[in-house]
Every structure is written in C-alpha cells, then in structure tokens.
C-alpha cells in the first residue's frame, strides 16, 4: 500500500511510544500527531481517521470524557480506538475508555500488528453491515492481508 490508503490518529504525549509507532506505521499510514485531547477531539471530528490511538497518559489529568465524546459523536463514532497505557493496565481502563483495543507499553511489533488488525477487522464487519460502503477489495482487507504476511515474517524469525 503506497498511497497510505488508512489515516491514523495519534493522541500521544510521550515521545519514545510515538517514536515505536512511527518506525511501524510512518511508510504505511497518513499519520497525523496532537499532544492533548482538545486538539485530538478536534482534528477527529474535522479528518475523520480511520484508527485513533491515545496514550492512557493524557487520560488521567482529564476525565474519560473525550472517549465518550468520540463515542457519541455521529461523526466519530465508528473510528475503533487502539488504548496504549504505560504500567499495569488497569481492569477497567480500557472500559472505560470505550477502547477497542488495550495495548500495554513496552509493546513488541508483533503485539501492535494484532492490536491494528483486531480494529481492521471491526472496520470491515462494520462497512459489511452496510453494503453500500463494503467492497471486497479495500484499503482494510489488503492492510489485513499485508499485515498476516508480516506476522509470519516474524514468526519464522
């Protein structure tokens, strides 16, 4: 995929997480970067990514409020939410957040490429409940498919 077909939000504040997610997914994805959720609640709304991800940091000095907002904003609504939370995950953190997926730091490649296939597939369920936006052949199945072949990679290594 060459034309980075799939547009990620990162709502992240600490560098080196960024850094990791950026090695992976600067060649692959429209990457679009805010330091506090105000500014990620906004760009969210106005560019309508395909993927958010937000780093559980931000979260504590707000409230879980800015989930619940992307979760009840037509607009923004059906964007899977990838949580990244630094220490202990807590039992209800990703709850909480109305996450998709909780991802715990330090994470391994292999343990980011599940994390964004598990919201790939929900981005293709969703778009097969709707045939008018579901195509066989699309940004999300051929992202899936490449990122299977990388799994794999890993794995004979």
């Not at 994390?115 to 992202?143: C, G, H, W």
């Amino acid at each position: 995929m060459q034309n980075k077909e799939i547009s990620v939000l990162l709502m992240i504040s600490n560098g080196h997480i960024l850094e990791r997610l950026s090695d992976f997914a600067l060649n692959r994805y429209r990457l679009k970067h805010v330091t506090n959720l105000e500014e990620g609640r906004a760009l969210a709304r106005s560019s309508v990514p395909d993927i958010i991800f937000i780093h559980s940091v931000l979260l504590q000095h707000v409230s879980w409020d800015i989930c619940t907002v992307l979760r009840n904003n037509e607009v923004t609504s059906h964007i899977p939410i990838i949580l990244i939370t630094t220490g202990g995950l807590g039992r209800h953190e990703p709850a909480l957040c109305h996450a998709d997926v909780a991802l715990s730091v330090p994470f391994s490649k292999k343990e980011l490429i599940l994390a964004i296939q598990k919201v790939l597939s929900l981005k293709v369920q969703l778009m097969k409940r709707y045939p008018i936006f579901y195509k066989s052949d699309n940004a999300f199945t051929r992202e899936q498919a490449y990122l299977s072949q990388v799994l794999e990679q890993l794995l004979e290594t």
